[in-house]
């Protein structure tokens, strides 16, 4: 079974600061890894889909990097913004993708 | 575009009282997923379809959970009896295949009194 873990679970940062938040997979044969974001009470809304065969993957100022063999991807937030507080979240399919596997989240605080 | 519609927002019931959430998915998306969602946890998936057919429910408590996707468009998530254990925020997402992007609905949110 895929597991997945997400490292801090919570982070406070001054504003104007970049940041990486981590998720962490155990079973690297996957096919891509999304990130999203969800405010409070809201569902999820998808930042990044990143392809098993890319490395990287760009939107504004987030860049998310994949390194399955590592079992490991970044999300990285340039600049960050008081509107960017908000729990983040990474899934990843398995192989056949019947099952998708969440983190429990990194919640982030920007500080004005 | 219309984004994936949820209803009822919020739901509150009593212990062994059944429940039935909707979902619209993104007009065109093959792919529906339902997740529960228990505060403070990443959302765990609790049943795939592809059109109208399931792709997996390994993760759904079929002695009290049920759910359909008539049409291959609609969804219904249903429960009966409730437990205390199954307040939650239920999810609903779409996709174009279950290979592309997932879209999500605001989710319903269950307390179980």
């Known amino acids: 079974k895929q597991e997945v873990t997400q490292i801090p679970a919570a982070l406070s940062v001054p504003e104007g600061e970049n940041l990486v938040l981590n998720c962490s997979f155990t079973?690297?044969?996957?096919?891509?890894l999304q990130w999203f974001r969800q405010d409070p009470g809201k569902g999820l809304t998808s930042l990044l889909l990143?392809?098993?065969?890319?490395r990287e993957q760009t939107s504004g100022r987030l860049n998310a990097s994949l390194d399955k063999s590592s079992g490991r991807s970044t999300l990285y937030i340039a600049a960050s913004q008081p509107g960017d507080s908000a729990t983040y979240l990474c899934?990843?399919?398995?192989?056949?993708?019947?099952?998708?596997?969440f983190g429990s989240g990194t919640k982030l605080n920007v500080k004005p | 575009e219309a984004g994936v519609a949820q209803s009822p927002r919020y739901k509150i019931i009593e212990k062994r009282q059944s429940v039935a959430f909707w979902c619209n998915p993104i007009?065109?998306?093959?792919?529906l997923y339902w997740y529960q969602q228990i505060l403070g946890q990443g959302p765990k998936l609790l049943i795939q379809?592809?059109?109208?057919?399931?792709?997996?429910d390994s993760q759904l408590p079929k002695d009290r959970f049920s759910a359909e996707r008539l049409k291959g468009v609609d969804s219904t998530l249903k429960i009966q009896p409730a437990k205390l254990e199954d307040s939650a925020v239920y999810l609903c997402?779409?996709?174009?295949?279950?290979?592309?992007?997932?879209?999500f609905g605001p989710g319903t949110r269950l307390t179980v009194l």
């Open positions: 997402a779409s996709s174009l295949s279950r290979y592309n992007e997932q879209f």
């Open positions: 079973d690297s044969a996957i096919y891509n």
């Open positions: 990143i392809q098993s065969s890319q």
């Open positions: 899934a990843v399919p398995v192989y056949n993708f019947n099952k998708f596997y």
């Open positions: 007009s065109g998306h093959a792919t």
């Open positions: 379809f592809q059109n109208n057919g399931v792709v997996d």
